[in-house]
Every structure is written in C-alpha cells, then in structure tokens.
C-alpha cells in the first residue's frame, strides 16, 4: 500500500468528517467547518491517502509569521504507522519555506502519545489552559516551535 500525503479536496469531505466523528468522542469539526477550511486560502488542509482512501488529515491555519495546528487525526486502523508525522512535518517544511517561523498547538494533557510525538518534532510546551475540552472536560497542553 502506497500512501501519499497529499492536498485535500472536496471529493474527501465525506471520508474526513467521518474520520473526524469517529476519532473525538464530540467533534468540534462540522461538516460544514471542513468544507469551509478546505477552501481557505490561510489554511493549509492535507490528506493522507492510500489506494484512494483517507488515513488521516491535518490542518494548519497559517497568520504568518506564525501557524497553528488546528486539527489532526488519523482513522483508528492507520494509527501508528507514523502518518501523523508524516503529515506534520509536511506542513512543517512547506509553513517554513512561505516564512512561517513559529508553529502553535494545543493538545489534550491525557493524550500522551501526541504529545511525545509533537515532543519528538521539537515542540516544546508553553503553558496550560485549564478546563479547555470538554467531555470530558480537561486541560490543553499549548506547545510552539521555532521553524
């Protein structure tokens, strides 16, 4: 199986509201909000696809000098094959060559793995946010890296 990092399109909308509804127990991501940043030019929405199926997204909305990683996920089955990755440091390369030279996120304080694996990319936390989830309701992790 080839997988490909690649630009979203409409045609992925469907794949990537599901992955979106199964992987958070209350998406914050509408249908309509994806649709929306797929077709925002601040907003750099990738896909990774294998064999013309969606694995995974990550979306990074870019207010240069800085970007923000809002959204990332990976379909359960494709979890732990370093698609995440892939798609951060694809985001990374490109935010990096238009001038981005600091790139933000938040992630939850339980999510051990994302957070070794965006400590592994170089992230560095910044602070917390208390309360920030909700159901269930705990605090974010705020971490940055310089690009």
Same mark, same amino acid.
């Given at each position: 199986m080839r997988i490909k990092i690649r630009t979203a399109e409409p045609r992925h909308l469907d794949e990537i509201t599901r992955i979106e509804h199964e992987h958070f127990p209350h998406p914050c991501w509408s249908r309509e909000l994806i649709e929306r940043k797929l077709c925002d030019p601040d907003t750099r929405f990738l896909v990774a696809e294998a064999d013309g199926v969606v694995l995974g997204y990550a979306v990074l909305q870019r207010i240069p000098p800085e970007a923000e990683l809002l959204n990332?996920?990976?379909?359960?089955?494709?979890?732990? @094959?370093?698609?995440? =990755? $892939?798609?951060?440091? %694809?985001?990374?390369? +490109?935010?990096?060559?238009?001038?981005?030279? /600091?790139?933000?996120?938040?992630?939850?304080?339980?999510?051990?793995?994302?957070?070794?694996?965006?400590?592994?990319?170089?992230?560095? @936390?910044?602070?917390? =946010? $208390?309360?920030?989830? %909700?159901?269930?309701? +705990?605090?974010?992790?705020?971490?940055?890296? /310089?690009?």
């Open positions: 990332i996920a990976v379909d359960t089955p494709a979890q732990r @094959q370093g698609l995440g =990755r $892939r798609m951060i440091l %694809q985001l990374m390369d +490109e935010a990096s060559g238009q001038g981005i030279e /600091t790139m933000y996120l938040e992630a939850r304080a339980s999510n051990a793995g994302a957070l070794a694996l965006y400590r592994s990319l170089g992230f560095e @936390q910044t602070g917390r =946010r $208390r309360a920030y989830y %909700q159901n269930p309701v +705990e605090g974010a992790v705020l971490m940055m890296v /310089t690009l």
